[in-house]
């Protein structure tokens, strides 16, 4: 079925109904979703290489997601969930996701990969996923002048449009809950420095262990990849220290997951001699041994509003709000407990 037959059966315009299909605000909510309802029901699908022909567009959003430094796959499984959220999202507003990934961790392969796509005209926006403290990405793509949105904040200049989790609050709330069950030697296995997120759930743990009159030690403030191998070398260098934590907080749950393997290796029981929390909620920690106590987060919806903002800029309007900060909360099992 052409665009044409859609507008006669509908009694609308070819402009009105192309309107519609793209998410115009020009055109009435009613009839977007009248438009979109009978083009679902006559399986109408919109020609990708006429369309962009027409418009100049490739109706098309790129996100490079980053990298495992060992395998050179996505690194964190996180991302089907919340990407899943951004392609419902965009999908409605006539627009597809392509994911890519840089094939490695470094700055400069990753903005060699930036810059291929943005002199090909691959993509009409972009999502930017993993912020850094001071991420280049976000200075290219501003003199490119792309729309782009990002998952995560940071302190590069031009950042306006972002969508987060309260990265300080759950790590706030994870710290609390250890110091409420009597522990007072935390340690943060923490992810990479130069990211985002890393800064702020230490701004979160650190503020808990202040409020509380406790001073975490430099050695209880560790950095590393997300990964379990990560979790478990880290792990075991605390323990092996003059003075072993009683309780870990890690920023994935795959870290936790190492961070307990490696409890197990000293003979520890994890959630009574020793704490263990995650953070992301994954498949994962609900069956490993004991359950992993762990921070959630609404990753489809964090996915459905980074497609709200980044459309709205795609059709060079301004959005309502620039920002989402979304909600945490803590997930109850046993991998913690009452020092013993």
Request: glycine share 10%; net charge neutral; hydrophobic share 40%.
């Amino acid at each position: 079925m052409s665009i044409q037959q859609l507008a006669k059966d509908l009694g609308l315009s070819i402009s009105t109904v192309s309107r519609a299909l793209n998410g115009y605000s020009d055109v009435s909510e009613a009839t977007r979703e009248r438009v979109a309802a009978r083009a679902a029901a006559l399986n109408y699908t919109p020609h990708p290489g006429a369309r962009s022909l027409k418009s100049g567009k490739s109706y098309a959003v790129g996100v490079i997601l980053p990298a495992n430094e060992v395998t050179g796959g996505f690194m964190d499984p996180m991302y089907s969930s919340l990407l899943g959220g951004v392609s419902r999202g965009l999908k409605a507003g006539g627009y597809n996701l392509v994911v890519s990934t840089n094939g490695g961790v470094s700055v400069p392969a990753e903005l060699e990969l930036y810059d291929q796509f943005l002199r090909a005209k691959w993509f009409d926006g972009y999502i930017v996923v993993r912020t850094r403290i001071q991420d280049p990405r976000i200075t290219t793509l501003m003199k490119h002048q792309v729309p782009f949105v990002t998952y995560g904040r940071t302190e590069t200049e031009g950042n306006g449009y972002w969508v987060d989790t309260d990265n300080e609050q759950a790590f706030f709330l994870a710290t609390q809950r250890q110091i409420a069950f009597g522990h007072r030697n935390i340690a943060l296995l923490n992810g990479p420095e130069e990211f985002m997120f890393a800064a702020l759930r230490e701004k979160g743990y650190t503020r808990a262990m202040n409020s509380a009159g406790l001073r975490p030690a430099p050695h209880q403030v560790l950095h590393g990849s997300l990964t379990e191998k990560a979790g478990y070398d880290l792990t075991e260098k605390l323990i092996a220290s003059d003075k072993p934590p009683t309780a870990l907080l890690c920023a994935t749950d795959a870290m936790a997951i190492g961070a307990i393997a490696a409890c197990r290796n000293h003979g520890l029981l994890v959630g009574q001699q020793i704490s263990v929390v995650g953070y992301g909620n994954s498949d994962a920690g609900q069956f490993c041994v004991p359950q992993l106590t762990t921070i959630a987060h609404d990753l489809q919806n964090n996915g459905l509003h980074l497609a709200e903002l980044l459309l709205t800029r795609l059709r060079g309007e301004t959005p309502a709000r620039s920002h989402f900060l979304e909600t945490v909360q803590v997930i109850d099992r046993s991998s913690d407990g009452p020092r013993t």
